[in-house]
Every structure is written in C-alpha cells, then in structure tokens.
C-alpha cells in the first residue's frame, strides 16, 4: 500500500511510505520511507517486540495494537508488499517509528527543546519571557519541606510559559553544589544556567560553557593575587574547595565585620591593580569576582547576545532574595522581584538605590510563590497554576491543547498516589475514556501493555503514598503536531518519593480524532525510557 501523508518535519523530507507485511514471519512490519534523509533504498524495518501481554495473534487487521522497539535497515528483498492495510495501520506505524527513531535518538528527526543543537534554536523570534531567577530561597524554599511553591511554579511554567518562553537559573552555586540541589529538590531544567554568582554560564541540558563569556571576566583578574591578599584577614574563613572557582572566590564572614573587611580588601586589592567586585549575601558569604562578572553583568551579556540574534526576550523577570542578586535589579527594562523572606541586605540596598523603581516589587509571597505573584503583578502573563485547581476534571478548555493535557494527567496522577483524589471510580473511567482502546504505553523496563489494562492496574497504587512526601512533576514538555489530528508530546516525567528522585524520558502520542476540546484528547501511546543516572531500584513502584 502506499499512502502519502503530509511531512511535517522539515528537516526529512517524506515523499513516500510504503508498508510490508510478511504473512510467514508475523513479527515483521516494515515501513519504507522515501526521503531526502536516508540514501535509496531507504528501507526501514520495524521488528515487533515479543507479543503484548494480551495481544492477539498479528494479522494485517489487527496490527495496530503493534509497536515497535529496535530499528533495522533491511534490503528490500526481504519484503512483500501487501494492499489493503487500514490508512490508520499506516498512521500508527508511522508514529511507531518515529517514537523508536527520536527515543533511541538514532536520528534527530525533531526535538523540540530537549535536545537542540544551540539552546536559542527552538525559537524563531523573541521569546514571550524570560525568568532569571536565583535558587536558594528564592525558587527553591528550603524551609518547606513539600516543595510547594516551586511545584506550583512548575505547573505554571510548563503549561503555560514552557514552549515560548526561556527559563534561566542564576544561582551563587558551584556547578557541584548545583548538581546536588537538582537532586534534592524538584527542579525543572533551565534552558540557561548561571552559576558561581554569574561566573560561569552554561547552555541546555548538557550544560555547554559561554567561552565568550570567560574571556570577558579574565580581564584585570588574577586569583593569585586575591588568594594572598584575603589571607591576611583572620576574619574570612575559607568556603568549601568546590566553591572556589577560577573567577570566584568565596569565604564566609561574620555580618558585624564583613562592612570594614570589604572596605579595607577592596582597596588593597586596588593598589595591587585588580578590579574586583566584593558582594555580601545571606549574612555570611562573601564572594570576590573580576569587576565585570556577577549576575547582573552576566544576564546584561545574554540580553546583548541574544539581541545580536534578534532574540531579546519581550519581557524580563529578574527574582532574588540576598546580595548577590541586587544587581539583577539594575539591568535595564527588567521586571523585579525580592521574595517576601529576602534577607536584609538585599531590602536594605533597595531602600538606598530603588525604593521609587515601580519595576521591583517586593512580593507578599515566599520563594516561588512571589515569582508567580509577580507575573500576575505586573501582568507578564496567566499565573494560574493547574496545581492551585482542585478540581481538573473541570478545567476544560474550548481548543486542543496537548501540554496542558499531559501537565494534568500527571497531577492527578501524584493526587491518586497521595490519595487526594475523590470519586476513585468516576476519575479512573475518565482516564479510560480518554485512552484509545488499542493504545499501548511501553514501561520504562521495556515492559508493553494496552492502555486500558494498566489503568486497571491504577486501582493497586490507589492512596499508597498517602502521608508520604511523594511528588511528581513534568519538565520540558514539548508537543509538536505531526498530522493534522495528532501530536507527540515529548517531556521528563520525575517522582520524588522522600529524597529519592526518578526520572523517565517520555513521548505521548494523543489525537483529536472524533473528540471534541471539552473532552481532552486521546491518548493512543506512551513510551517511557529511564533518565540516566536517577535511581532505578523501585522498578515496581514506577506507574507511568
Ligand atoms: C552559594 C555559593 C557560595 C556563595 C553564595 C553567595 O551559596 O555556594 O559560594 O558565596 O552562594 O553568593
Ligand atoms: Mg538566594
């Protein structure tokens, strides 16, 4: 059969997809894709796994429960071709393969965020805002032990601000001590991340380093020199050696000597013909830095790159709450925000220097439950968040909206687990409704089941983790429409149980086939992969 479907990726160009069945081998599927990208014949196979639990012998009428899980060139000898496969055979193993081709990332046939090259390469102008925002006690609260605020922050971002938007982590931390609190706490991952008090700047997931940026602060700098000046005060104590960075260096010092310690190292370090910058932060740390790096500078240096790009943010919201983050507040046409539990000296050196800035506003909210105040505040965008909707089975909407529907699942998901859900049976046939009857999700151990019969499985883990700190989020949801009905929604699934964190990389496949809006869109796939590096040792405790 050949069918022509639309190609909605521009990069692989698909001018014909031809499917073979093998009536003798009835593992065997194969899908043909004539395109640019793969040289003549271009034949791809599709090897069926191991049946499913409760599949029914493959014929080429009911094949399209099959998906597949490896990828093989194959001649095209091997082949027959067979007419008379239902288009919507076609349809699915034509998003079988893209899944297995994107999730064994054999081919970078589309990622949308999770993977671009350069991290500005998903957007195609100005995005609609950027958050800067510190970490410690600012998104993250490290006196709330459920996480909340920052979990609603999530929400928020991810349904609403995610796909057009660009999230930047500036933080005091080391990259060790950064990677530590990502394990700790459930964070999203940031398309940008500054850290070492703005000197070390770093792009998407796999955190690749601003050269740029480097050459810049090594100007008048030399850490020898401050090494031997700042060990002539017995005030300063050294901070760990992971916080001694190549353009930072760092010690602690009590808050009734650091003015006269800064006075006096600040000059010293003058006449031996550095400029430096001293900053106080959080009663107790102080950071020596080359004069041109710090937070402010380094989100001044993006602001300028990304306007060479034709990229500048529309809107930019800068969030602090100590020292350190004040001359994020200075950059011009930025929005502020000092959370409500920020420290003195960040409120002190707001009353001397922006107390009449309508721009910054110190927020009546802690953490990130003041960044959220402050979107709604000076009207950056929604700052609804689904985790501040009781109800989500009433939050309908009038138009499809695949990311929205995965951020939901999901929190009703954690709420099911937590037992926080009421009416277990209506809410569990709701699921049902929405998931296609021959839709398979693939367990991250590999494991293939329909739909339905894992959501009866649901009643099992009803109510388990009620009492316990258990939380699940969705980081970097992306959806891309791949026919005019379908989306594949592509994101990180993580659960923290305690201080356990897990993580699975996910597609979902959803369509608005014979649905309307208000019904929420079917669910006709879901394949999960293990994150590397999170824990894997509650296989049986991992639901979806
Ligand atoms: C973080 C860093 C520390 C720094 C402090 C204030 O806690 O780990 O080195 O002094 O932020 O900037
Ligand atoms: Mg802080």
Request: negative net charge.
């Amino acid at each position: 059969m050949n069918a022509s479907l639309s190609n909605p990726f521009s990069s692989l160009k698909i001018t014909q997809i031809v499917l073979c069945f093998s009536p003798e081998i009835d593992q065997r599927v194969s899908v043909r894709l004539r395109s640019s990208r793969f040289s003549d014949p271009g034949v791809l196979q599709l090897d069926l796994d191991p049946s499913p639990a409760s599949s029914k012998k493959r014929t080429p009428q009911n094949l399209d429960h099959c998906f597949s899980s490896s990828i093989s060139v194959f001649s095209e000898r091997t082949n027959f071709k067979v007419t008379n496969l239902p288009i919507n055979f076609a349809i699915l193993a034509f998003h079988s393969l893209l899944i297995t081709l994107i999730l064994s990332n054999s081919i970078p046939l589309f990622s949308p965020g999770l993977a671009t090259r350069t991290i500005m390469d998903r957007f195609t102008s100005s995005p609609r805002l950027m958050i800067v925002s510190d970490l410690d006690h600012t998104m993250v609260d490290h006196h709330d032990p459920d996480n909340l605020s920052i979990l609603r922050f999530n929400a928020l971002w991810e349904a609403k601000y995610r796909h057009d938007s660009l999230l930047v982590f500036s933080t005091g931390r080391s990259p060790t001590l950064y990677k530590q609190l990502r394990k700790e706490k459930p964070m999203l991952t940031p398309d940008i991340t500054i850290m070492s008090v703005g000197t070390e700047i770093t792009y998407g997931n796999n955190m690749v380093p601003d050269e740029g940026w480097v050459e810049v602060l090594n100007q008048k700098w030399d850490k020898q020199i401050v090494s031997e000046e700042t060990s002539k005060f017995s005030e300063l104590t050294m901070q760990p050696e992971t916080e001694q960075r190549q353009h930072k260096a760092s010690f602690f010092v009590k808050k009734e000597k650091a003015q006269e310690v800064m006075k006096t190292l600040s000059e010293r370090l003058v006449n031996r013909g550095l400029d430096v910058k001293i900053i106080y932060s959080g009663g107790l740390d102080l950071d020596i830095l080359p004069q041109g790096a710090g937070k402010g500078q380094a989100l001044a240096y993006l602001h300028k790159k990304l306007k060479g790009e034709g990229k500048l943010p529309q809107n930019t919201l800068a969030c602090g709450d100590s020292g350190n983050d004040a001359e994020l507040f200075t950059i011009p046409d930025v929005y502020g925000v000092m959370v409500n539990n920020a420290q003195e000296e960040l409120l002190q050196w707001h009353a001397e220097n922006a107390k009449n800035n309508p721009k910054i506003i110190h927020a009546n909210e802690r953490c990130a439950g003041g960044i959220i105040e402050a979107i709604g505040h000076f009207k950056l965008g929604t700052n609804v968040s689904s985790r501040d909707v009781t109800d989500l089975s009433d939050a309908k909407l009038d138009h499809f909206d695949p990311v929205y529907e995965v951020v939901k699942v999901y929190l009703f998901f954690e709420r099911w687990r937590r037992a926080e859900v009421e009416n277990a049976d209506v809410y569990l046939n709701n699921l049902k409704s929405v998931c296609s009857a021959s839709g398979v999700f693939v367990h991250p151990t590999g494991v293939e089941q329909y739909l339905h019969d894992y959501i009866d499985k649901l009643k099992h883990c009803c109510g388990d983790k009620k009492g316990k700190q258990y939380r699940v989020w969705v980081d970097q949801v992306f959806s891309s429409q791949i026919d005019s009905d379908t989306w594949l929604v592509k994101f990180k699934k993580w659960e923290q149980t305690g201080e356990e964190q897990q993580g699975s990389l996910t597609s979902v496949v959803v369509s608005s086939k014979g649905v309307k809006p208000t019904d929420g869109l079917t669910w006709i796939h879901v394949h999960q992969t293990w994150i590397d590096g999170t824990t894997q040792n509650t296989h049986n405790d991992w639901f979806l």
